[in-house]
């Protein structure tokens, strides 16, 4: 897929600006009750991880040709952008907590990585549809790139539910 989008300051593009082009790599992806499930990770050209993506696919999708291209690692924002699809990202809750080993090593560092909830949704109101629930796990060193000041949910509890499915987690590379 070749396509050029100008930048709109979301995570991935103020991410590449600044440390280059990323690529994505899939760790895992399975299809479970009408759900793809599918884990990857944005790494700099020389290895570094950046951010960790858990992302559930609803499915069936009207967009076949766009699924397939993500589905093998082709950015959400992008592929759609690209063909011409408006697309909507719906911020549930963006939090930092204290690292589990698996991100320690993953992240090479200590320090919290910020998590953000996203709804992801494609086309315009009224018919727009949700393509994909996303939790986005990045790298102590983007704290200050993204902005993070505070925690925030747009539903109460939801940051304490995502901890506790992060804490059982296996984070792989």
Do not use: W
Request: hydrophobic content about 35%; aromatic content about 10%.
């Amino acid at each position: 897929m070749s396509c050029h989008i100008e930048p709109r300051n979301s995570a991935s593009q103020i991410l590449e600006q600044t440390f280059g082009p990323l690529a994505t790599k899939i760790v895992s992806a399975h299809e479970s009750k009408g759900i793809h499930h599918r884990e990857s990770v944005r790494t700099t050209q020389d290895g570094r991880v950046l951010a960790y993506n858990l992302v559930d696919f609803d499915l069936p999708t009207p967009f076949k040709r766009e699924h397939e291209l993500i589905l093998q690692g082709n950015p959400l924002a992008t592929t759609f952008q690209c063909y011409g699809h408006p697309i909507f990202r719906d911020t549930l809750c963006f939090f930092s907590f204290q690292p589990l080993k698996s991100l320690i090593d993953l992240f090479q560092s200590e320090d919290n990585p910020l998590v953000k909830v996203v709804d992801f949704y494609v086309g315009r109101e009224p018919a727009k549809v949700h393509y994909a629930k996303i939790i986005e796990i990045y790298s102590p060193v983007t704290a200050m790139l993204l902005n993070y000041t505070h925690d925030s949910e747009t539903q109460e509890g939801l940051i304490a539910a995502t901890i506790d499915l992060l804490k059982k987690h296996t984070f792989k590379r």
